[in-house]
């Protein structure tokens, strides 16, 4: 089992940043991919960004795209997501994820990622 623990979330205006973290524990991570899945009130989950589990490859939405950036420290069992320039429409929760055992290029499947966190809260006004 991987339990995850987001932190970070909170209220900040446009153009404003914020860092998300994800802690896990339990077991390793350096063999899965990890991701970012946010859904935003009556909105289907939208995949976020990826990062494999080496931490070499990495997926991005194209609405998050050169605002974003997703990276990990395996050592700490950790991934972050780094958001910059917010806007309004990225208000939302924010799950962290954790894949199957998986090599290769990250996915950005929602059903290939096994473990979820509870989510941490984003608000983003104008």
């Known amino acids: 089992q991987v339990q995850l623990v987001e932190s970070g979330g909170g209220l900040v205006q446009a153009g404003g940043s914020l860092r998300l973290s994800c802690a896990a524990s339990?077991?390793?991570?350096?063999?899965?991919?990890m991701g970012w899945v946010r859904q935003a009130p009556g909105k289907e989950r939208e995949f976020v960004a990826a990062i494999s589990g080496s931490g070499g490859s990495t997926y991005y939405a194209d609405s998050v795209k050169g605002r974003f950036t997703i990276s990990r420290d395996n050592a700490k069992n950790t991934v972050y997501l780094q958001m910059n320039s917010l806007k309004p429409e990225d208000t939302a929760v924010y799950y962290c994820?954790?894949?199957?055992?998986?090599?290769?290029?990250?996915?950005?499947?929602?059903?290939?990622?096994?473990?979820w966190g509870q989510g941490t809260q984003v608000t983003v006004s104008l």
């Open positions: 339990g077991r390793t991570l350096s063999n899965r991919d």
């Open positions: 994820a954790a894949s199957r055992v998986r090599f290769g290029v990250p996915s950005s499947k929602k059903d290939e990622y096994a473990y």
